[in-house]
């Protein structure tokens, strides 16, 4: 082991698949508990490595050197063993994080900010602000002056950055904070970036405030640490290009339609293409349930098919990289619509409504295919973010995959013509 990142828990850490976009270097995830910390940083066989939490303060004190920003911020997240076997810490986090501020847009100077978390990445997430001119800092934590029972008392604040890993997979769909009695923000940042977009910036999102998660920090604070590690100056434009790769190999590509649109053939296709896991939202119900779908229906009625369908999703669009197919009525519930945007793009398979399959569909049996696109058009087409028309099941999973810059599989061979029939449904 040469080069790496050390934590308590990295069991979903991305870093050694960005460093191994920046370079031809091994690098490893490194978990150590707290008592082993102070051996690895004395003994370990490394040459630089990566801090994340809970050590980005532990490790100082076995450090030789920090750098002027290091000591500023209180906070290592880059260790590096110079040639006469000395320790240096240094911070990469501050040039990432200021990165993500310049990528989203959001103005800081003169605004009153609120960050949640006073750990290691709440501490150079000051300092950026600071530099960056803000007009007041706001620190919130869970015990203190300003904390989270009394943080209504800063409903002024502008922008909400959040440092905490509350929302961090797999706990998706939690917030440290609502959003609700903000009535001038303005802008929202999350350093989380599994999922993509956690609740919090859903929630942004909704109230048509600019938000941003922190896959782009990841990447751009590995660059500068990349570059720390062989005392080089690393090309800056990376960042952006190695940030839509990882971001496309991290998301699902989610397919909703109608019933009977050839959603789940299309998916197992795509699926052999790239390579990806693929998930089928209605079969994973009736493994959970033990009984057909028509079955659930019959047996327990629609609404609980629905809350069923909701609880499967729920487990299944947390995860990466995956296809998974929905039902046709997955629009039908509102708070599906976070659990398939937290993770995925999402793919609308469009077909004309007489090439639909409905047999053996319990709601064909009591609505018309016409019904039903009035009622679920509409809902198709806000929540995709893609629309891809049916036009069959080799050509339409090809199309997804240019579509999206989907990596294929190197022995597949693509035929974007060679299947012209109706998906069996």
Not at 41 to 57: E, L, R
Not at 79 to 86: A, F, I, L, N, Y
Not at 254 to 270: A, E
Not at 394 to 404: F, W
Request: glycine share 8%; aromatic share 6%.
């Amino acid at each position: 082991m040469k080069y790496g990142l050390l934590g308590e828990h990295l069991p979903h850490s991305y870093s050694p698949l960005i460093h191994s976009m920046l370079g031809d270097y091994e690098y490893s995830l490194i978990e150590k508990a707290p008592h082993q910390v102070e051996d690895f940083i004395k003994n370990g066989d490394f040459k630089g490595i990566n801090v994340t939490i809970p050590y980005k303060k532990t490790v100082i004190p076995y450090l030789d050197c920090l750098s002027t920003r290091a000591q500023r911020i209180g906070s290592v997240n880059v260790v590096v063993r110079r040639d006469d076997g000395t320790l240096f810490g240094d911070n990469s986090d501050y040039g990432g994080f200021l990165s993500l501020v310049k990528a989203s847009g959001i103005r800081i100077a003169g605004k009153k900010v609120l960050v949640l978390g006073s750990g290691g990445a709440s501490l150079t997430v000051q300092a950026v602000l600071s530099d960056l001119n803000a007009g007041s800092v706001i620190v919130i934590s869970r015990s203190g002056e300003d904390n989270y029972e009394n943080i209504s008392k800063h409903s002024d604040a502008d922008v909400i950055v959040n440092t905490t890993p509350v929302g961090m997979y797999p706990n998706c769909g939690e917030s440290p904070v609502s959003l609700s009695a903000f009535t001038k923000l303005s802008g929202v940042l999350d350093l989380i970036y599994n999922p993509q977009k956690t609740a919090l910036i859903l929630e942004a999102e909704r109230r048509k405030v600019k938000a941003m998660g922190g896959l782009h920090m990841l990447v751009a604070q590995a660059v500068l640490a990349s570059g720390m590690f062989f005392n080089k100056r690393m090309d800056e434009r990376l960042i952006s290009t190695v940030e839509k790769k990882v971001a496309a190999m991290m998301k699902n590509v989610t397919l909703i339609g109608m019933p009977g649109c050839g959603k789940s053939t299309i998916g197992k296709r795509l699926a052999a293409l790239t390579g990806r896991r693929f998930v089928d939202i209605d079969a994973e119900i009736v493994k959970h349930a033990g009984k057909t779908i028509p079955e659930i229906f019959a047996s327990e009625g629609e609404d609980e098919f629905r809350r069923l369908e909701t609880l499967v999703t729920e487990k299944f669009t947390k995860e990466s990289g995956c296809i998974i197919s929905c039902g046709g009525g997955i629009v039908t519930r509102e708070e599906n619509r976070d659990l398939l945007r937290q993770n995925s793009t999402v793919v609308f398979i469009s077909r004309n409504i007489e090439m639909l399959a409905t047999k053996g569909r319990p709601l064909s049996a009591t609505s018309s295919a016409e019904d039903l696109w009035k009622q679920r058009g509409p809902m198709y087409k806000a929540w995709s973010d893609v629309k891809i028309l049916n036009l069959g099941i080799n050509p339409t999973a090809v199309a997804i995959a240019k579509t999206l810059h989907l990596n294929l599989k190197k022995r597949e061979k693509i035929d974007e013509t060679s299947d012209n029939k109706r998906p069996k449904s």
